[in-house]
């Protein structure tokens, strides 16, 4: 089998959400968590690798740096076409390194175009005049833009992108998109602009994007969130990249002691913290005693012992906008994060090291990779779809271990229950 395509991700969860999309598809993918090593072989007996950054949040160099680093690595395997993921969350200030980022893969694999489509009808996340919406409400207004590490301040794409880009930042309106892939593709090639163009096309639904791939088709690189990728699949056996019947690998869940760690303070994890609570045991992290180092890490680890084997648990730094404001005034943003993603990690070393765990569900982007690197799991296995966009997956190497990685927004009421019952 060859090597297809190659996505790079913005952050853990983003990485699994699209690779979750491109196996529900039919196709066969490993993610790898970091920069691949040149040094080292992978299983790269599959359809696609997805690399995950931690990108998102970096600054623009070191974000510039990691991304073109893993596309050198991803063309020397002979990808056919690249696909840089990242959400509808990031930062959209002019600082933000989504522009950037898109400027230097096109430099490396010197092309002059691409898309750029965040939207994801199924998770609510549609664009329409160029502007982003979260179940019909402009990003700008929506939660989302009071996010601890990426407040959304703007929902035009056009403007947001022209803050960041090099590029001039161009819109397909979604009555063209009506029109199809045809009109998609003849307004990308009418397009004259020496500099280079960022298209930012509207999509409401599922098909507006699979028509705007194929429109794209013969970019090599793409921009945007996981729904953009759900076209490829198709578009590589038409175009016979792929065979016609592909087989999906089985992956099972590893049996064992099963725990989830939320960081997110998203409205969506708030709401499943809540209902796991209605069933199970849970705990919940005090930043500000962390910060005091008054034993809180260990209060946590003896929470777990007493329950760990005898019913699912939680430990969860959620907690409300109001409180988060209040805890990143006393100890500043960076400070709080960190100091909460290493609680939650250290808690998942120990956890998958001494007490069995074997079955790890983790909320929140970036919690998920400060997890993924505590726990060095660099290679992933892509399981099955638990809800859009989060698939169970299985670390790699000498220990196997279940991992589910959850953005923060993602997910219904009930997701970590429905994860835990599809482990088992
Ligand atoms: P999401 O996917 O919802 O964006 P992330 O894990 O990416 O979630 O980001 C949430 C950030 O907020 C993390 O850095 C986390 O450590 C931090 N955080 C979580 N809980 C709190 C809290 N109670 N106070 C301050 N920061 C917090």
Redesign the pocket.
Known sequence: MKLILGCIADDF?GATDIASVLRREGMQVLQINGVPDNEKNYPLDVDVVVVALKSRTQPVQEAVADSVAACDWLMKQGVLQVFFKYCS?FDSTPEGNIGPVTDALMAKLNTKRTIASPAYPVNGRTVYGANLFVHGIPLAESPMKD???TPMRDSNLVRLLTSQTACQVKHINWQSVQEGRNKIQNLIDAEKEEKGVVWVVDALTDQDLIETTYGAADMTLLTGGAALAQGLPALYRDRQWTEQNATKQTVSIPAGNALVLA????TA?RGQVEAFLAHYPGTSVD?LALAKDEGEQQRLLNFIKEHIGKTPILVY???SPE??AK??NELGQQV??EL??QCLSSLALTATNELGVTQLVVA????SGAVVSALHADTLLIGDEIEPGVPWTVMQGERKIGIALK???FGSKDFFLTALNAAN
């Open positions: 969860t969350t996010h601890p590490l960081g997110s303070c998203s994890t930043p730094a959620s907690d409180n988060v805890i990143q709080a994060g909460v993603e929140g982007g970036e919690t953005s923060g927004n």
